[in-house]
């Protein structure tokens, strides 16, 4: 019954491996987000995606490829992964009028080697 | 685009005492400011937010409040207690960029018993 989920919790993986992290949520919003928070707990916006349409790419380099195939479900794939990766990545969604709280999922700690 | 700053990022506090965490904003189109409480290890979740038509909002031990003129607002917790003990970032978004939200750099909260 988790609002909003996302797989795998952990990642560990080699350097210029593809990987990717699964987001779903079920609580009918329109609107996700993938966020990354570094080593020192900054939290950045990454992508957003409405209602399946891609709205926000924040310059986040084209190894990083969002998509999503309906409205309750928005994955991330990134190629040829660099030690510069490793973080939390934190899925989020909300409605659609601007002002309404986002939701994170648990997000997915990513450890390149 | 949208910066946030937030401080201080270390607070310690005994308990019962107040804790106060400021953050000032730089895009004046910003209008709704949430604050999340992250604990270790767990996703970020909301604890309260303001929207600009508001000046000051509170729910039980926890307050907001937003100066537009200043671009400033701040997060005030009453009577602290240990499990106040976390990261908190406060966030701020503009309705016409999709609702992203642009995060402070976090303030880790210490409630000593």
């Known amino acids: 019954d988790t609002a909003v989920s996302q797989t795998p919790k952990y990642l560990v993986t080699q350097m210029g491996n593809d990987k990717s992290i699964k987001c779903e949520q079920n609580?009918?919003?329109?609107?996700m987000y993938w966020y990354k928070q570094d080593s020192k707990k900054f939290l950045k916006i990454m992508f957003s995606?409405?209602?399946?349409?891609?709205?926000i790419n924040e310059t986040v380099p084209n190894r990083f490829s969002p998509k999503s195939p309906d409205k309750a479900h928005l994955n991330l794939h990134i190629n040829s992964l660099e030690l510069g990766d490793s973080a939390v990545y934190f899925c989020?969604?909300?409605?659609?009028?601007?002002?309404?709280?986002?939701?994170f999922g648990p997000g997915t700690r990513l450890l390149v080697l | 685009g949208e910066n946030v700053e937030q401080h201080p990022s270390t607070l310690s506090v005994q308990e019962g005492d107040s804790a106060v965490i400021k953050c000032t904003y730089s895009?004046?189109?910003?209008?709704?400011f949430p604050w999340y409480k992250q604990e270790l290890g767990k996703r970020p979740q909301l604890i309260i937010d303001?929207?600009?038509?508001?000046g000051e909002k509170k729910d039980q031990r926890i307050a907001v409040t937003l100066n537009k003129t200043a671009k400033h607002f701040s997060l005030h917790i009453t009577e602290t207690q240990p499990e106040d003990s976390a990261v908190y970032f406060c966030?701020?978004?503009?309705?016409?960029?999709?609702?992203?939200?642009?995060f402070g750099q976090g303030t880790e909260l210490s409630v000593k018993p």
């Open positions: 989020a969604s909300k409605r659609r009028h601007p002002q309404e709280t986002q939701y």
């Open positions: 895009d004046s189109a910003s209008n709704y």
């Open positions: 303001i929207r600009s038509n508001v």
């Open positions: 966030a701020a978004s503009e309705s016409n960029q999709g609702g992203k939200l642009i």
């Open positions: 609580l009918g919003h329109d609107t």
């Open positions: 995606y409405n209602n399946k349409e891609l709205i």
